[in-house]
């Protein structure tokens, strides 16, 4: 039976525990129903890293509400050097994904997540002492450094909890993970419009109050993190000896190692020689500039519609709210039925319609004022009510369309080098499009964006075509395969991973 709180304290282990040290609980692990035992873990793992990444995607897009409350007058920036500023984020992201990890795995994630956090809290707050445009580049560079690390390590993290039947059904999981960047933006709203309210309180601009307030409210997370964010199974305290026990044999059973399945780089050039590691790359890089790009301009965009600062930021938050809602309703239901790219398909297509209605209103005009002396010509919607309806068709599209397209290595990758591979090569090409991405929206494209609008078009177009592709080679494979299976015995061949013939892809 399950132990008490109190002798689960007592129950502490080293991280070296075996299936022979947790033999004696085997009489009462026996009485251990699984899938409440999953249960558990689901509810003391996945809220405290979806909160996390809740905290992460608004700290890095909350530079998007900022915008609009002056931060390019107030540190005297062109639009262009404050897209500078974007793409620094993404560089910083992308050099220190990989070594992140690696400090993860040396250390463990009760340490090395919540510190992340309360790094990247602290440069978030500093981002409000910003006076200049070299210091604006230097904290957005710093801060991509300090979130990199948290999405892959997340996703490493859970792969140590969840059998390869849970990393199926973890689409779920990742879908309630993901969600978060879509509740990001629609919190970030309601908070921008409060906290610009503060405007002149100190003597500081309203954005300014923006950066310090959530990242102080980053840094309490980030201590109170120390204490809920739990270790790998074998060390964990919030299970039992018994409960260990029953996990520790459910990921023994389910491991999907390769003979050779040790660290080499033989085993690495070996997923990246796999097209479908590939395919799976291309499917995120073709949604991380759409993805990104609404995140970062989604206020700006509104705000060009001819809505005022505050309006522009309440605005963004039922589009986010819609885009949460219907992620997890689609992954909850592509799960049920054990497909993906329909779904993923046609979540994309959403998008696309978003983006055409976005770039077929043109009914605007100028209007004409004279600050300081000069004539400067503004934009302005006769009917930007059209214009907004489509961001409900963009980030409800694009979301859902994400969180599929993340979980094509965890499903249909076997052996954990090639996966650790296709999942780190995935995140990496995908961010690239993310860094083409923050150069898009430039100011003297107003308010229709062509530009933006068209590359984000295309690439969610791509992502049907690529989408497409993998739907058509995996139905192809499964069916080689099972008429391979027919013909011969394949009982007693050592396992091969993903190449193996028993192996079967999820479309």
């Known amino acids: 039976m399950p132990t008490s709180s109190d002798d689960q304290e007592k129950n502490t282990s080293s991280p070296s525990i075996s299936l022979d040290k947790l033999g004696s609980s085997t009489s009462s692990s026996d009485a251990i129903d699984e899938q409440k035992l999953v249960r558990k873990i689901d509810w003391r793992i996945v809220p405290g890293v979806v909160l996390l990444y809740l905290l992460s995607f608004l700290d890095r897009s909350n530079v998007a509400n900022a915008r609009i409350e002056g931060l390019v007058e107030d540190l005297h920036m062109t639009g262009n050097q404050y897209l500078t500023g974007l793409t620094l984020f993404f560089v910083g992201y992308i050099l ?5 990890n690696i400090v993860l795995k040396r250390t463990s ?35 991509g450094v300090t979130e990199g690390g948290l999405f892959p390590g997340v996703i490493f993290y859970l792969s140590m909890w969840y059998k390869r039947q849970e990393r199926q059904e973890r689409q779920y999981r990742v879908a309630l993970f993901f969600s978060a960047a879509s509740l990001a933006g629609a919190f970030g709203g309601v908070l921008a419009f409060g906290i610009a309210h503060m405007k002149g309180v100190a003597g500081l601009n309203g954005w300014r109050w923006i ?22 199974p074998e060390t964990t305290r919030f299970l039992s000896t018994a409960e260990k026990s029953v996990l520790a044999r459910r990921l023994e059973s389910d491991n999907d190692a390769t003979p050779h399945e040790g660290f080499t780089w033989a085993n690495v050039i070996h997923g990246l020689k796999d097209y479908k590691v590939w395919l799976y790359c291309a499917a995120f890089h073709s949604l991380s500039l759409p993805l990104y790009t609404l995140s970062l301009f989604l206020p700006t965009i509104i705000n060009s519609l001819g809505y005022s600062s505050y309006q522009a930021q309440l605005l963004t938050v039922p589009p ?15 799960e049920r039925t054990q497909l993906r790219s329909p779904f993923g398909i046609a979540s994309a297509v959403t998008a696309i319609i978003g983006y055409i209605i976005l770039l077929a209103n043109n009914d605007y005009y100028m209007v004409t004022t004279m600050p300081q002396g000069k004539v400067t010509g ?110 011969e015995n394949t009982d007693d061949r050592q396992w091969n991973g993903d190449d193996d013939p028993r192996w079967s892809f999820q479309t």
């Not at 340490?111 to 809290?121: D, E, K, M, S």
């Not at 986010?320 to 592509?334: D, E, G």
């Not at 090569?425 to 991405?437: D, E, H, S, W, Y």
């Open 320 to 334: 986010y709210a819609l885009a949460a809602i219907l992620t997890i309703v689609v992954a909850v239901v592509s």
């Open 96 to 100: 220190f994904e990989v070594p992140c």
């Open 211 to 232: 950066f310090i307030l959530e990242g102080i409210f980053t840094a309490v997370v980030a201590v109170a993190a120390y204490g809920f964010i739990t270790n790998y």
């Open 378 to 487: 503004t934009p302005r919607y006769n009917r930007p009510g059209i214009s907004y309806l489509g961001t409900f068709f963009c980030a409800p599209g694009i979301y859902p369309a994400t969180t599929l397209a993340l979980s094509w290595p965890a499903v249909n990758v076997s052996g954990a080098t090639k996966r650790a591979t296709a999942g780190g090569l995935q995140i990496t090409i995908g961010n690239l499009a993310a860094v083409m991405g923050t150069q898009l929206y430039r100011s003297g494209d107003t308010p229709r964006y062509t530009v933006g609008h068209s590359v984000a078009l295309a690439y969610m177009c791509l992502h049907v075509l690529v989408t497409a592709t993998i739907w058509f080679f995996m139905r192809y494979e499964n069916a080689r395969r099972q008429r391979a299976e027919r013909e």
């Open 109 to 143: 994630p009760r340490f090395w997540l919540p510190t992340l956090t309360l790094a990247w809290a602290v440069v978030t707050t500093l981002q409000a002492l910003t006076q200049s445009l070299a210091g604006f580049f230097v904290v957005r560079f710093f801060l």
